[in-house]
């Protein structure tokens, strides 16, 4: 099991991508959360096993890819998420 910080920038405020988020994380074995920062970036914590990390991250980068400008990502000490969750 992994767990993995992505940031995305762009327009991704204000177009329903922590719902969209979290309505895909549904879909896969991952836990953690979507929240906005305040910069205006959107903040993904997802922790799962490697593969299906990497299954819901390329879902989520297809659906929104018209809002994404960029994205960074990195691997953190895993935490003890019960369920996928949308945060402020």
Known sequence: MICKRVVYSG???G???????HSLAQGYAITGYVRNLS??????VAQ??????????TALQSRMTRY???RTAQE??????KAFMVRG
């Open 48 to 57: 799962g096993e490697p593969e299906e990390i990497d299954r819901f991250l």
């Open 68 to 70: 994404i400008a960029g």
């Open 11 to 13: 327009h991704v405020q």
């Open 15 to 21: 177009v329903g991508f922590r719902y969209t988020t």
């Open 76 to 81: 953190q000490p895993c935490g003890d998420f």
């Open 39 to 44: 910069g205006g970036d959107v903040e993904v």
